[in-house]
C-alpha cells in the first residue's frame, strides 16, 4: 500500500467533503487521517490516504477532474513516535500580537521539539469584546524537562502579553 497526502482548496460550499471523499472511495483507497476548516471564504482540506499502487494513478486522473479545487498530492510514509518520544500539549492565549506565532515557534524549534499539529484563531473576548488569540499545539521530545520548559514558556508569555500553559499530553 502508498501511503499519499492530498491537500486541496477551493471556494466554499456545500458537498467539497463528499465530492471529494466520494473520489477518493470510488478509486479504493481509505482515509486514514483528515483536517478540514474554513479559512475566509475558502475550504482546505488536508487528507491522508492508503492506496493499492495499482490504484493510484486513477486516483490522480479523477482528482484533476475536479476543476473547482486546487488539489496537490504526494506520497508519504507511516511513522510511529518512538516509545521513548513524550508527547505535550501547549496552550497559549492573550492579546492578538503580530508576530506571536513566530516567536513562540521559533523558541519551540531553538529547544529540538517537534510540533506534531498547531491550530490557532482568533475570538472575541465575552465579556469586553477584545480580540484574543488562541494556539493550541501538540509537541513532542525524547527527553523534555517539562518544569524548566514551563518555566521558558512563562517567562516569554510575560514579555509576549499572553499566557501559555504546557502540559503531558498522558
Known sequence: MEHIIISAFGPD???????????????????KESRMIKLGTDFTIM???????????????????IDYL????????????????????????????????????ENISKKG???????TKIENAPMSGTILFNMNACLSHPNLD??????????????LNVEIVVTSKR
Open 13 to 31: 460550499e456545500p458537498g467539497i467533503v463528499s465530492n471529494l471523499s466520494g473520489v477518493i472511495t470510488n478509486s479504493g483507497a481509505n482515509i
Open 47 to 65: 487528507i491522508l490516504i492508503s492506496i493499492s499502487e495499482n490504484n493510484s494513478k486513477s486516483l490522480e486522473a479523477a482528482l484533476k477532474k
Open 70 to 105: 486546487i488539489i496537490h498530492t504526494k506520497k508519504t510514509f507511516l511513522q510511529k513516535l518512538s516509545s521513548k518520544t513524550s508527547e505535550y500539549v501547549l496552550n497559549l492565549s492573550g492579546a492578538d500580537n503580530e508576530g506571536l506565532v513566530h516567536n513562540i515557534t
Open 113 to 119: 521539539i517537534n510540533i506534531e499539529e498547531m491550530g
Open 146 to 159: 517539562l518544569n524548566h520548559f514551563q518555566n521558558e514558556m512563562t517567562i516569554l508569555a510575560d514579555k
